[in-house]
């Protein structure tokens, strides 16, 4: 009896034509995440410096002898299973060359100032002229209409005008002396991640009406309004009460106990989602007493009685050390974590069982580390993505494969310095 076949990974948006001409983050993790899903995404960059985060380093990528290339961490983390072609758009005939490129594609991707692209040629209203099916999605930090559309938007400012910092770090200073806390941001540029992810929800939507219409649609995505949508139920809070919710440190605006805790010797993460959750702490903290304390009996007292009931935890969970804590509360069905280093995250058994950490072949290192697409087809292998491009990899393929440029040509366009 023979063999089965191997299944063949899954690439559900194969033979989708991305141009990207999106810098930084937001747009360029929306082009990745549509690589990731088997789309054919081909990167614009600036002939000799690139996207502006090729040179946000250290760290850069090291080679086989262990020196630094000019790739840096931050660009890999964002360019997975593209091309990269390298074109001069302030250049009439590198303008010429995107829009045929445009015409040819399903889907451009932009993150230009709103108008910054009409003098090119490469607005929406100029590439919908030429291909009506096309689908062109811009993000900008505060969208295509009102009165701060003008106005550039980085991820920072962003969580700070949309809320974020103002329920992100430690309290304020209080009576009992805790020292005064400040906004902060967020460790990883969360407004731009989910940009980029809505931005991908968008693309994948106007492609689902063009299959009805035979039309593609701009769509308008701003950094402003995914931060305000992502405020999530601090958000309702708000619109519910009348009240803005303020900064909690670890602890959670709707549940108790809900927080990272001190141990004897380190920290836990605690996550009591209800009654009966909260019950088998207190058996394992050796508090019986509290789950039927009527202060603390269901979450909306808790919640109520939350300053008199915190210290009473911290007091127990002090007494033994971490690992104490989190044999026992697994045991007893508690959701319960430590707080683990990045490295500590790559050396766990469950993110190594899920392959989330990548080694991909790389033209000029030799190979290049990355992190998995978290998109995973149950009984289907994962397709391994190329490595980030380096600048200009791909040009003269893809002039070659999307425009049918003789090679002649697209030699007399690198002497005039129009594409590298």
Known sequence: MSEPA???????????RVLDLSRVLAGPWAGQTLADL???VVKVERPGSGDDTRHWGPPYLANDQGHPTTESAYFLAANRGKKSVAVDMAHPKGAALLQQLAAKADVVLENFKVGGLKKYGLDYDSLKAMNPALVYCSITGFGQTGPWAHRPGYDAMIQAVGGLMSITGEPEATD??????GPQKVGVAVADLFTGLYAVIGIQAALAQRQQTGLGQHVDMALLDVQVAMLGNQALNYLVSGTSPSRMGNAHPNIVPYQVFATANGHLSLAVGNDGQFTALCKVLGTEALATDPRFATNQQRVSHRAELIPLLEEAFAKQPTAHWL???EAAGVPVAPIQSVEEVFAHPQVQHRQMALSMPHPTAGSAPGVASPIKFAGQPQALPTAPPTLGQHTSQVLADWLQLPAGDIAALKEQGVIA
């Open 327 to 329: 044999e026992g509360l």
């Open 38 to 40: 088997g789309a054919e």
């Open 176 to 181: 009992e002396g805790h020292t005064a806390g």
């Open 6 to 16: 191997p299944l063949t990974p899954l690439k559900p948006l194969a033979g989708l």
